[in-house]
């Protein structure tokens, strides 16, 4: 669930899906389960307008609330279709579309149901929750064959990868100006990964992979962390202790100038023991960095193996060692895989077309005869509007 418009893969997907659906004439106002993210501003900014409560009691409370604030807000627009991302949203819009007798609903999945494991009752709600959907999405073509199953209906279930903005790939001078503002020599090798420091995210296994690989890679070498510790810094910072690699390391946390930070690095990784579809990864990708990620979920769609980057198991530190030291010693096959990975995401996984397959989808689900679309997507929730 995304409580609030944090960073995170879904929530920075939407910062850029709504601006450009509302510069295609809908109107658009996002609901989310709770406010005051850091996100909210970027899409104050594009006169998009963000609703829903503020976090004032204890999380259960709070969702009560919550479901209260978007009865009522379904109740006073009167949307046509209703937009549901993330599990928790999902619940919670769902259940309220029903109260409020709202029939047009659309459901996103954005990642790989493995949440439902520790959670059986979780999976049984929204199988049935799913038989009134008008349709659900997947990003990715693993996260579609999982809604399939559960659904049972491939008509309702369609697939929309997410889309970025690819940007110029850094100069040779901000590469420089980057690295001396990092403190990395100028000669250095640097890897760099770009993932919220969740467990799932696998930085223990690309520290283990790198600490046993540590005095054959190119030296001196680097690694470039970037992203929100949930949880697992602590224990990350002791593994690279333990493992003699912790001054190689830089641990940037959350960034906001995160194309600039990759003009630095000469590989990106992604190693991920789940994966719905990744912008990390196409986003560095565009910025022409040869990746090598894990063959999980969406990763599969990003990177055909061998020619726009490398796939390796998950969960397998030897694999993922052998795969960094192969790419490491060649420059060769890094600025070809770097060029074919840069080709594939702006061919593939454009913002443009993208946003071309939501307003495809909203106005023909949702348009009535000679009127407005409008939606409430809770992905927190959003609504959207034709212009007229």
């Known amino acids: ?52 409560p503020v976090r004032r009691c204890g999380r259960i409370m709070h969702v009560l609330v919550a479901a209260v604030a978007l009865y009522r807000r379904i109740r006073d627009t009167r949307p046509d279709i209703l937009h549901f991302f993330l599990p928790e949203p999902y619940l919670v819009g769902a259940v309220v579309a029903m109260a409020a007798r709202h029939r047009t609903c659309i459901m996103s999945r954005r990642s790989l149901a493995h949440y439902q494991r520790n959670h059986p009752w979780l999976g049984r709600t929204e199988r049935m929750l799913h038989r009134r959907m008008t349709a659900l999405l997947g990003n990715s073509q693993a ?33 420089r100006e980057q690295r001396l503002a990092f403190g990395i020599p100028s000669n250095a090798f640097v890897m760099t990964i770009v993932a919220n420091l969740f467990y799932y995210k696998g930085h223990s296994d690309l520290l283990d992979a790198l600490g046993s690989v540590a005095q054959l890679l190119p030296q001196p070498w680097r690694l470039v962390v970037i992203g929100r510790d949930e949880g697992e810094g602590p224990r990350l910072r002791s593994q690279a202790e333990r493992l003699g690699i912790a001054d190689r390391i830089l641990w940037l946390g959350e960034r906001r100038d995160v194309d600039l ?128």
């Open 261 to 388: 930070i990759l003009s630095v690095a000469d590989m990106g990784l992604l190693v991920s023991h789940q994966e719905g579809f990744s912008n990390a990864l196409i986003e560095a990708m565009g910025q022409g960095l040869p990746m090598i990620a894990t063959a999980v979920g969406g990763n599969f769609d990003a990177i055909v193996d061998g020619q726009s980057g490398r796939l390796v198991p998950p969960s397998d530190p030897a694999s993922l060692g052998a795969a960094i030291l192969e790419l490491a010693a060649n420059r060769s096959k890094r600025r070809a895989m770097g060029l074919a990975g840069r080709e594939r995401a702006v061919t593939m996984f454009s913002q443009d077309a993208c946003v071309s397959r939501y307003d495809r989808l909203y106005s023909g689900i949702g348009a009535p005869a000679g009127g407005a679309v409008q939606s409430i997507i809770d992905g927190s929730d959003l609504s959207l509007k034709n212009s007229d």
């Open 143 to 175: 996260v579609v064959e999982e809604l399939v199953a559960e659904a049972g209906d491939r008509k309702r279930i369609g697939l929309i990868h997410n889309g970025v903005t690819v940007s110029p790939v850094g100069s040779d001078d901000i590469r």
């Open 1 to 52: 669930m995304t409580k609030k418009m944090v960073t995170g893969g879904a929530e920075r997907h939407l910062t850029q899906l709504l601006p450009a659906l509302k510069a295609r004439g809908f109107d658009i106002e996002l609901f989310v389960l709770e406010r005051d993210g850091e996100l909210e501003t970027e899409l104050t900014r594009a006169d998009v307008t963000v609703s829903g």
